[in-house]
């Protein structure tokens, strides 16, 4: 029954790239959809971007965008350590979303919400966990007939991720409300670094200082312990990249 | 914004392959999920065959399987003909789940019913709409609490494709009879056959003979119009094959 190709390796050419909220690795939630606030555009590539190629788009609310990790290491292990599990227990690399993966393949379920064609093609993505400059190999429509499975069991990641309180400095204020975009960006950081982004391996290392890019911001935090809240990230300051 | 990888291609190399129920493309249903009597299993192959690979996927009951459409050409085009609109609309081919597409890439969501790690590593899968032989590049974990989305909009597959009657003449019957897996085959050939695997340009062609492989065995069938119940799909014989 075996098939010539199953040694075969494929060659995959990207059809377009990301272009997001994210400039950088550190930080980008685990998952789609769990910060709504992050904008994302896929740009789509010659010759790939012609208007026909997503003729009826329009009419799906979801989409799966299949790409690559670009920044993993193309080394994998049969063996990772979820975040999820505090950093410390090991799983299998498939039981897992892990980016270091055979194949670096990535994959997210994302909101459509516009579709631009004047000038090539672009997608207006929303709550994309997807890095600037991302390689995209494919884009399907969400069937929720067939993919929605709402009681699938789902081992060690049963439910979204804790969401820690977020407050901002006076520092942080200041510089906020000096923006255009203050009311969308703090939307933003609330739901980004709610997460608390840290490496597990560093969950008890309150008070310490770390640093995540946004945008055009550097956003300094620590994480805090509060009598009555339990963890807070307190965002100590917001800079402007040069 | 754009960075270096843009323009870049990447090799992937399968990680497994497919023995399944169907050991030809045609009659293959057109979503994952639709016959969940066909059986499936992925072969892992090495390196990735250690049960370290798979350690705590038995925790989750689905699976998002990235494969290559081996069988399908390389060329692809912007606008393709979904048999859901009957074969004759255009859409583009980022709206549709249509096998003619960039770098050849499905995604199937599947329903993970065992492991075996007793000489590799075997995963044993139901509703799979894979074809023996087709080599699967990536394995991921579902996740309910963000992947199943009930309310998403679908575009022109708002629900699952219509099905039809299925009735076994007399000799099919008899063929059926013979076998070990009579009740199971008879299920998996009324789930198939009766979403019409015709082509969506043969829709007006009643009386018209067909043949489809499943497991062992090649299907004859036709669709007949009968006066109460509508289409019907008649199965005219099994024969094994040689």
Redesign the interface.
């Known amino acids: ?3 010539i ?11 377009g ?1 990301i ?1 997001s909220d994210y ?1 950088d690795k550190f930080g980008i939630p685990r ?4 910060a709504t606030a992050a904008k994302a555009t896929l740009v789509l ?1 010659p010759p ?1 971007n ?13 989409l ?1 965008i ?1 790409f ?1 990790f ?1 920044r993993s290491p193309e080394e994998w292990a ?2 990772v350590r979820p975040p999820r599990l505090g950093g410390n227990k ?8 892990s980016t270091h ?5 990535g ?1 997210s ?1 994302v909101e459509l919400v516009g579709i631009d064609t004047h000038n090539g093609v672009s997608l207006l993505l929303k709550g994309a966990d997807l890095m ?4 995209v ?24 991720p804790p969401f820690y309180p977020v407050e901002f400095s006076s520092a942080a204020e200041t510089a906020l409300a000096q923006r255009a975009d203050a009311s969308d960006l703090r939307r933003l950081i609330t739901q980004v670094l709610g997460q608390d982004p840290r490496p597990a391996y560093h969950q008890d290392q309150l008070e310490r200082e770390y640093g995540m890019q946004l945008r055009d911001v550097n956003i300094r935090f620590q994480v805090q312990q509060m009598p009555e809240l339990g963890n807070v990230v307190y965002i100590i300051n917001i800079q402007k990249n040069n």
């Open positions: 029954m075996h098939d190709s199953i040694n075969e390796s494929f060659t995959i050419n990207p059809i790239y272009e400039p998952q789609p959809g769990l590539t790939f012609t208007p026909l190629s997503v003729r009826g788009l329009e009419a799906f609310s979801h799966w299949s690559i670009h049969p063996l090991k799983i299998g690399v498939f039981a897992s979303r993966r055979p194949n670096r393949l994959l379920l600037t400059g991302t390689p190999v494919d884009i399907k429509p969400y069937l929720p007939w067939t993919e929605a499975v709402p009681n699938a069991r789902s081992g060690f990641a049963p439910a979204p």
